[in-house]
């Protein structure tokens, strides 16, 4: 049996939950006819399934270490994810290894295919498919769910610490003159200096370069803004629609922000309140007067719950708050009492509304 590069790309959706039902059924035809096919892609597929969804706290290199000892029997040069973050456990068993693979499953999925594409490749010289799978395998993505954050280290020694609901894709390794990354949600960057070879961050329309520096971009498609905060050196900002007319970037030093709304510029550079910007990292949250429907954005991908609001007129009312290290019963508290409305919490369903005075 030949795969193709489409088969792997297949492969991996089938893995993660994402194909259609009739992708479903032409890999289970594959695993039915090859055994050696099987055998991997069920092991990838029980580790997927195992894997709870919720915040982890493991040694994610050595877990990855320890599957390629047990799994593929010998070690391959893959770029891998450094220790993931959250509230530390009294200790690690052998049961939260599983934990470390939802978000690394695009990295086994592609060591796979380039496991299988050795074993291909002895029988088939197309050099179509050597670039292809090559291209397919060089490059990594990782995804965090609600709730979740995790930490990447690239291969040029750059750190990455990403926030819930978010996604950056990155190669194995940086060639060419410039390190691109492309991000979808929050993250942080600390970037190793490189003045010959720069550092672009792709969020959403906006475009971030640096040379080596200490910032924090938060884009997510769905809210058509994007958020660039600097806490060391300097950067580059500038809106990719507006880019292609020659117009002036925004250059961001320590301490200073700015916010591109789709399809214009970037706003003036404005001083940032660095600590509350990045309560994230540490496990608190703050509100600088946004509108209430953010709030319940931000409330959903934190905690990993669903929010409804009875009376949609809330969603308008703008809404400021800072919270260290509370839990989610308290932030519900404190908004509903500065708020002045009510909420109903079951389990992880809440809905808000006006609160309604009692009349006798």
């Known amino acids: 049996m030949n795969l193709d590069f489409e088969d792997w790309i297949l492969i991996q959706r089938y893995i993660t939950g994402n194909a259609t039902a009739d992708e479903t059924r032409r890999v289970e035809n594959w695993m039915s006819l090859d055994a050696e096919y099987s055998k991997l892609i069920r092991d990838l597929k029980e580790i997927w399934n195992l894997t709870p969804v919720e ?3 493991l040694d994610v290199q050595q877990a990855w270490k320890q599957f390629q000892s047990r799994k593929l029997g010998r070690e391959r040069s893959v770029r891998l994810y450094s220790a993931t973050e959250k509230t530390s456990r ?3 068993t052998s049961e939260t290894i599983y934990h470390v693979f939802r978000a690394v499953a695009f990295i086994l999925v592609a060591v ?3 496991f299988f594409f050795q074993h291909i490749s002895a029988v088939q010289s197309d050099s179509d498919l050597v670039n292809k799978s090559s291209q397919f395998y060089t490059m990594q993505e990782l995804s965090t769910d609600r709730g979740e954050k995790a930490r990447v280290i690239f291969s040029d020694g750059t750190e990455v610490t990403l926030n819930s609901s978010s996604t950056i894709s990155f190669p194995q390794e940086f060639h060419g003159s410039v390190r691109e990354v492309h991000l979808e949600g929050e993250a942080y ?3 190793a200096s490189d003045p010959d070879q720069p550092f672009i961050v792709h969020a959403n329309h906006t475009n971030v370069e640096v040379l080596g520096t200490e910032f924090n971009v938060r884009g997510w498609s769905t809210d058509q803004v994007v958020d660039v905060i600097v806490r060391e050196g ?3 900002v500038r809106s990719v629609e507006q880019e292609l007319d020659g117009l002036a970037e925004v250059v961001l030093n320590e301490g200073f922000k700015t916010t591109v709304k789709s399809g214009q510029i970037p706003e003036p550079a404005q001083q940032a309140d660095i600590i509350n910007n990045l309560l994230w990292m540490t496990g608190g949250i703050h509100f600088d007067n946004v509108p209430f429907g953010q709030v319940v954005i931000e409330l959903e991908r934190r905690f990993n719950v669903e929010i409804s609001v ?3 007129e809330l969603l308008d009312v703008h809404y400021t708050g800072t919270f260290q290290f509370a839990e989610l019963d308290e932030i519900l ?16 369903n809440i809905e808000f509304m006006i609160a309604h005075s009692d009349t006798s």
Not at 333 to 348: D, K, L, P, Q, T
């Open 112 to 114: 796979i295919a380039g």
């Open 234 to 236: 300097k950067v580059s």
């Open 90 to 92: 009294p200790e690690k």
């Open 333 to 348: 508290m404190v908004i509903a009492a500065s708020m002045e409305i009510e909420y109903i919490r079951e389990r992880s």
């Open 55 to 57: 915040n982890f706290d």
């Open 310 to 312: 009875a009376d949609q």
């Open 189 to 191: 960057f600390k970037v």
